[in-house]
């Protein structure tokens, strides 16, 4: 059975032939391990290993695996968060990928201000439309992103999504070229706190089609840790 090193190194190599691919410089592509339900022990040997920007689907999961972890990593939210859990939030994470409203951003926001830090955030857009997927609808996103000025605690940094599951990982392609060119649209809004600069996009199945698309971020779990049990 491959290591987690070996897989990683595999993820590692296929970033950077997608990137080449496209034309692009593979130092423009940031990797998140996405390590909900690998333990503590697990994910340690990843950043040993080099590997500094860490996911997580689940506040209360997190929670308790974060501080088990040496390194100091960036940890990234990537799962859906309730309000009631912000104040939790922002404790434990470093960037926010699944923002996807403004009762959210206002709670998040009256959070940091009372910590007297600042969230950097992805705003989680809807691309594909499904019923089960959380996330602004693309025709949603500039009304929302407009409203940010006023979270002063909060930096936009780009934008977050899923693609449909699919067994093909070209079915994904058109929803990641119509993630980027919602963001080229809303980069022309010039709003305080809003930046364009990150697309957060492709998971194990699709990322090297996301990268090809122009993925900043891909956020890859099961192709390095391998399936996950439980
Ligand atoms: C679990 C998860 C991932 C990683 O999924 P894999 O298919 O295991 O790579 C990425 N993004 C989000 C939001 C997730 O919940």
């Known amino acids: 059975m491959p290591s987690i090193f070996d897989n990683l190194r595999c993820v590692l190599d296929n970033i950077a032939a997608s990137a080449a691919r496209a ?22 040997s990843l950043v040993s290993a080099g590997v500094g920007h860490l996911g997580e689907n689940r506040v209360q999961e997190a929670a308790q695996k974060i501080p088990q972890v040496a390194g100091s990593p960036t940890w990234h939210l990537v799962g859906h968060l309730q309000r009631n859990k912000a104040r939790h939030a922002v404790e434990l994470f470093s960037v926010l990928q699944s923002l996807d409203s ?3 951003a206002a709670e998040l926001d009256r959070r ?29 996103a ?4 407009r409203e940010m000025p006023r979270f002063e605690h909060l930096r936009v940094l780009g ?8 067994e093909d990982a070209e079915d994904a392609r ?57």
């Open 174 to 230: 058109v929803w990641f070229r119509a993630l980027r060119h919602l963001a080229g649209e809303l980069s022309t809004l010039r709003l305080s706190n809003v930046a364009m600069d990150e697309l957060s996009m492709g998971m194990s199945g699709d990322y090297q089609v996301a990268v090809e698309e122009g993925s900043t971020i891909v956020r890859v779990g099961t192709a390095i840790f391998g399936p996950r049990v439980r």
């Open 23 to 44: 034309g692009r410089d593979p130092s423009e592509v940031r990797l998140v391990a996405v390590t909900k339900n690998v333990d503590a022990a697990r994910i340690c």
């Open 102 to 104: 403004l009762e959210l």
């Open 159 to 166: 934008l977050m999504t899923m693609a449909p599951y699919s």
């Open 142 to 145: 500039a009304g929302m992103l």
């Open 112 to 140: 940091c201000a009372t910590r007297g830090v600042s969230l950097d955030a992805l705003l989680q857009v809807n691309i594909s439309g499904e019923s089960t997927k959380y996330g602004v609808a693309p025709d949603a």
